[in-house]
């Protein structure tokens, strides 16, 4: 619901009504965090213990620094809190059930929901861009950010029958392909290979024949789109000179402000977005670095305890490898997307994308306790 939302912001033009709509949905999502809080059996687990530390630390962080802030606290708390909150509610009501109910679920109503997203951004990039002919490019690049959205519910697909799940990454490739983003070509790349490895690589006949046709049939369709459309990733992607990329360059901007903070903001970092702040830039114009994004945000600290959650997820493969191979997979492929991207955006910035990571997480957790 909330991506569909999110997805037809842009065509609604600023409405107040779809605006207020939207602030609802919100308040929604906090006040099913905190009812899900109330719950004892929640609040024992390790991970929802860890959220809550991290969710109290970086409140307090950006509290202290709001005043340099051109967000007001409440904004920098809903932008902070949604993806902790997110985890909360998903692991919440899944503990309610039979998680296996939960993949049956999702074996069964994913498929539209996929089209459903995908109808919306075949919209939003082609035609709401401004561009109807396809043969001439994708014109106006506005909107090609929304092809995140269809990357990041690829994971849910390792759910999915090996049939199901291998179209619907054929079609999300053309898609990323059509918004010539090269992180998310990147992150399929890797998610594709790491798909074909864990279902086919066997010596015999079948992967002998379907993973080289796989790549066959990947770079005909990645010549014959190339040939149609004159900006795509693949071109970025060989034409990518790193130090010039934006990214780069602001990394390099404040790692040389980072340098004259004080001992005690880099300790405990200099709030939500200060890299933007600092540098005098728009608010989106982050590092765009997960790591350095939360080193100069909440300091040495909350770099530390950042590292410690990405551990934890990590640690939990070992697990899921000896007992579940569809949820060990599922989550690898989250994870890959969480290091991949954060060269463009994190939990922290850009937390409305990262929610369906976040409920990739709270399903392996769930799955995971009923072994306890």
């Given at each position: ?178 918004s010539s983003k090269r992180s998310p070509l990147v992150a399929f790349g890797f998610i594709l290979m ?179």
């Amino acid at each position: 619901m909330w991506a569909v939302l999110v997805i037809l912001q842009p065509i609604t033009d600023g409405d107040l009504v779809f605006g207020r709509f939207i602030q609802l949905a919100y308040s929604l999502v906090y006040f099913l965090a905190l009812k899900a809080l109330l719950n004892k059996r929640i609040l024992s687990t390790k991970i929802v213990q860890l959220l809550i530390f991290w969710s109290i630390y970086i409140s307090v962080v950006n509290l202290i620094h709001s005043f340099n802030s051109p967000l007001s606290y409440l904004e920098t708390m809903k932008d902070t809190l949604w993806w902790p909150s997110v985890f909360v509610i998903f692991y919440d009501a899944l503990s309610r059930t039979e998680i296996s109910n939960c993949i049956l679920y999702i074996r069964k109503y994913f498929l539209a929901y996929f089209i459903l997203v995908l109808s919306l951004l075949i919209y939003l990039i082609i035609f709401f861009s401004g561009n109807t002919d396809i043969s001439s490019g994708v014109v106006n690049q506005n909107e090609i950010n929304s092809v995140y959205w269809l990357l990041l519910i690829l994971p849910f697909c390792f759910y999915l029958k090996p049939f199901y799940k291998y179209s619907l990454f054929f079609i999300g490739f053309v898609m990323i392909i059509i918004s010539s983003k090269r992180s998310p070509l990147v992150a399929f790349g890797f998610i594709l290979m790491f798909s074909l490895y864990r279902d086919y690589f066997t010596m015999n006949v079948k992967s002998i024949l379907i993973v080289p046709l796989s790549f066959v049939i990947i770079l005909f369709t990645l010549n014959s789109i190339s040939d149609n459309i004159s900006i795509n990733s693949s071109e970025r992607l060989m034409t990518t000179d790193i130090k010039s990329e934006p990214r780069a360059i602001f990394i390099a901007e404040s790692v040389e402000i980072l340098s004259t903070k004080g001992p005690l903001n880099l300790t405990f970092g200099s709030g939500h977005r200060s890299t933007a702040i600092d540098r005098g830039r728009e608010m989106s114009k982050t590092t765009h670095n997960d790591f350095f994004e939360t080193l100069y945000c909440y300091g040495v600290v909350g770099l530390i305890f950042y590292l410690y959650l990405i551990t934890y997820l990590i640690k939990r493969l070992k697990f899921l490898r000896k007992n579940d191979e569809i949820y060990h997979d599922a989550h690898v492929s989250a994870l890959i997307i969480l290091f991949v991207i954060s060269n463009l955006s994190h939990l922290n910035m850009y937390p409305t994308y990262f929610a369906f990571l976040v409920i990739v997480w709270a399903i392996t957790e769930s799955k995971i306790s009923t072994y306890k």
